[in-house]
């Protein structure tokens, strides 16, 4: 059994992608790719992994959990997407680490799917937009007590990717820019798929469509049907070519409202983001989608 995880990241669209993954059921169900419902699981993970914390797995739970998932549906892939899979996104920061269970949380789906061959997809998002949208939600009192004494521009996606696979070495780890999510949605699903590129995805525009304007989208759409081959670096050259001239721009604007930052920090911080995307890129059995 392929076991497909998607865990977020939290803000990086990851309940579109659950529905978007939805729309495409029936099509993935036809290539052997089960997308259960997350009211199928989402509560029966988070309870196994709970129980995980004091006592070890039955020796059965595997397939008491896959046949509460699956229901009798018949597959070789499964998807999973939660989230809140590495922890409520009011703990999402702690010490100076972005979801510091996220090593625990893999080693234990390890450990019940011992036999399985298990895949990790991860949406990143830059820190300067991440981090006030935790902290929004964050019980801490205040900034300071919020970072931990960590300064903001320390703070790496990639010492989550490593710590990940130092626990679970066998797994495999796909991860993508948030900001690049509208130019890559079809890559994104039929790689979360394991389908083939020329397969047709339900909603593989429908980000795109919320940064365009409406009479760019039908131009844009219009284009695609005169060029039905296109490959996916024409299409994002396409893609990038109508945001250029029919982008919403206040849909693609991001305000930032972090007590004390200055946008010269913020700038400091896209900088380092975009180095951590290329270090990342460079850990072993991690795939990064870019546009």
């Known amino acids: 059994m392929q076991l497909v995880f998607h865990a977020g990241a939290h803000f990086t669209e990851e309940e579109r992608l659950m529905k978007c993954l939805v729309k495409n059921k029936e099509a993935f169900g036809a290539q052997g790719v089960a997308v259960p419902g997350p009211g199928k699981y989402r509560k029966l993970l988070r309870d196994s992994m709970e129980a995980m914390e004091v006592s070890k797995p039955s020796e059965n739970a595997r397939e008491i959990l896959l046949e509460a998932i699956l229901d009798d549906e018949k597959a070789d892939r499964v998807i999973l ?10 703990v999402a920061v702690q010490e100076g680490l972005i ?65 990940i696979r130092d626990a679970v070495p066998r797994i495999s780890i796909t991860v ?35 940064i365009m304007a409406e009479d ?21 050259r396409v893609m990038m070519a109508f945001l250029d001239k029919f982008a919403i721009d206040e849909a693609i604007e991001e305000e930032l409202d ?19 995307v290329f270090d990342i890129a460079r850990i072993p059995d991690v795939r990064v989608l870019s546009a």
């Open 176 to 210: 993508w820019c948030n900001e690049d999510a509208p130019l890559i949605w079809p890559e994104i699903l039929r790689e979360m798929g394991g389908i083939d590129h020329g397969d047709p995805i339900e909603g593989a525009f429908d980000l795109l469509g919320e």
């Open 216 to 236: 760019g989208m039908a131009r844009f759409l219009a284009y695609l049907e005169k060029q039905p081959t296109m490959t996916d670096i024409h299409m994002r």
């Open 81 to 90: 997407s939660n989230g809140h899979f590495f922890s409520p996104v009011r």
């Open 258 to 276: 972090m007590p004390g930052w200055t946008d010269h920090l913020v700038a400091e911080m896209t900088q380092g983001y975009d180095e951590d």
């Open 99 to 163: 979801y510091p269970k996220a090593p625990t949380r893999m080693a234990q789906m390890a450990e019940i799917f011992q036999e399985d061959q298990i895949e990790l997809f991860l949406g990143l998002r830059n820190p300067a937009t991440f981090l006030p949208e935790v902290f929004r939600r964050s019980p801490k009192d205040g900034l300071a007590d919020f970072m931990g004494g960590i300064d903001p521009r320390q703070l790496r996606w990639s010492d989550t990717l490593h710590r």
